[in-house]
Structure formats: C-alpha cells, structure tokens
C-alpha cells in the first residue's frame, strides 16, 4: 500500500501547532514559569503532575523557538533603525570611547550591588568564603571607578596612562591574592555549602547579565 504524504496539509498543521500570536506564547511562558518555579521550590520534581507540566514547557518553549525565528529578523532591524535614529543610540553605537563609558558606568554599578549583596550573604551565614568573593568583585568595582575617573578627567598624556596602568596593575595583584584565599578555603574545607535558592538565582542572574 503506498503512502501519499501530502507536504501542503503537513504545513499547514505545523504552522496551526506552531504558529501562535505573540501574546498567547508571553501568557504561556509566564503560566510555565510559573509551574515549574512551584515545582522546583517545593521539591515536587518527581510527581506526575510535573511531567504535564515539563511536556507544556517544552511546546511553550518549541513555539517561543519559532516565533524568534519568523519575527525575529524584522523587529531586530526595527529596532536598529530606531537606535540609529536616536541622537544617543546612534553615538553609543558608532562612538567606541563614549560606548566604552557606559559600558563601565553600567559594569561598575552591577559589580557594586553585586559586592555588596556577597557581603551580606557572608555576614549572614558567617562564612569567609563569600566574605572574600566579596573583596573580589569589590576590587573588581574599585578598577572600574578608577579607569572612569581617568576618562572623566580627560587625561590623555602618557604619564597618566602609565600611572592608570600602574594602578590597574596593583590592583590585578590584589585579585590574584583575593582569588588565591578563595581557593585555599575551598581546599581547606573540603566541602560543598549549600546556600538558599534565592542566592543561587541571584548568583546565577548576575553571572548572565555581567
């Protein structure tokens, strides 16, 4: 018996299945982010209702996949139109010095937070671990005020390029130590900690958006 597949009605299905408006794939990822996130927090990952749910996160996710791929293109080159039209869009992205600012301005207000945040976590459980992740990103933050200090200042003889250099080196120094203390406690301790989630997920944001 031979099979006729009919190419146009699998089409057609497909892009039934698939091809949804934009708002009903946004109310579907906020529903499936909002499942799981009570899956995971209330340790219900093995429970039959979860796999339901795995299956329509997973067709949220396949129709979002495809609703990038057809209508991705064209809102990105809207979107770039409508940088370059901007006086200060079109200056961040055609002037590299000025881009190099904002990028640190940003930069050094995320490693700020995120300093202060470790330091917290690390008065809160005690722990010299997180206390010198801290010190880290602090000095991290410390570098970025100082190479914007240098810009703001407009200084653009050698000598001051030499001292920023010199500075920036020290400070480089400074990490290495830093970073040397982080791995003597984790072979000190011999041991996994295991933190809130809310940390981990904070950890995890910041690691995404740096």
């Known amino acids: 018996m031979k099979f006729d597949f009919d190419k146009e009605k699998f089409k057609r299905v497909c ?3 698939f ?3 934009i708002w009903i794939i946004i109310v579907s990822a906020l529903i499936s982010t909002a499942m799981l996130l009570g899956i995971f927090l209330n340790g219900l990952q093995d429970h039959p209702v979860a796999y339901a749910v795995y ?3 997973a067709y949220t996710l396949s129709v979002a996949v495809v609703a990038c791929v057809i209508h991705g293109p064209g809102a990105y080159n809207n979107l770039k139109k409508k940088v370059y039209d901007n006086p200060v869009g079109n200056r961040y992205m055609t002037d590299v010095s000025f881009k190099v600012t904002i990028s640190l301005y940003v930069s050094l207000a995320i490693n700020t937070i995120y300093s202060v945040f470790k330091f917290a976590v690390g008065l809160y459980y005690s722990s010299g671990w997180w ?3 801290a010190i880290y990103y602090m000095v991290l933050s410390l570098m970025r005020f100082f190479l914007l200090r240098y810009i703001r200042k407009g200084n653009r003889n050698l000598v001051e390029e030499f001292k920023c250099y010199r500075l920036c080196g020290a400070m480089m120094i400074l990490l290495n130590l830093t970073l040397s203390g982080i791995v003597f406690q ?3 301790q011999g041991k996994a900690n ?3 989630e ?3 997920i904070a950890s995890a944001t910041y690691t995404f958006i740096r």
């Open 15 to 17: 892009k039934k299945v």
């Open 19 to 21: 091809v949804l408006p």
């Open 55 to 57: 299956v329509i996160s």
């Open 131 to 133: 206390g010198a992740i």
């Open 186 to 188: 984790m072979i000190w």
């Open 194 to 196: 295991i933190y809130h």
């Open 198 to 200: 809310i940390i981990i």
